[in-house]
């Protein structure tokens, strides 16, 4: 019974854990398409960024179109381009 409760402890972090990864990526896409759309706050966001850098959100989104462009090869879809356009985005603020 120790070791159906323990699985099920392991089991039950794994998914909060896939949950705020993901999370993440879509706050860091999200904040990454405003600021395509409106560049004018682009210095004032970083400000609110450690060591003033996008550094942090463009490391969750290349994770994120890792990911993507696995799931895209397996369904056929491109949602994995919009991804890589905020990336290139956010590395030309750096």
């Known amino acids: 019974m120790k070791s159906q409760n323990a699985i099920g402890l392991y089991t039950f972090v794994l998914i909060i854990w896939y949950l705020c990864v993901t999370v993440a ?13 409106s560049p004018d706050y682009t210095d004032q966001i970083k400000q609110h960024l450690t060591d003033n850098s996008f ?5 969750v989104l290349q994770k994120f179109l890792d990911f993507m462009k696995v799931a895209d090869a ?5 949602g994995s381009k919009s991804i890589a356009t905020v990336i290139n985005y956010l590395k030309e603020y750096m």
């Open 55 to 59: 550094t942090e959100l463009i490391s």
């Open 74 to 78: 397996a369904s056929g879809s491109s």
């Open 25 to 37: 990526s879509y706050i860091a896409l999200l904040v990454g398409v405003i600021l395509q759309h």
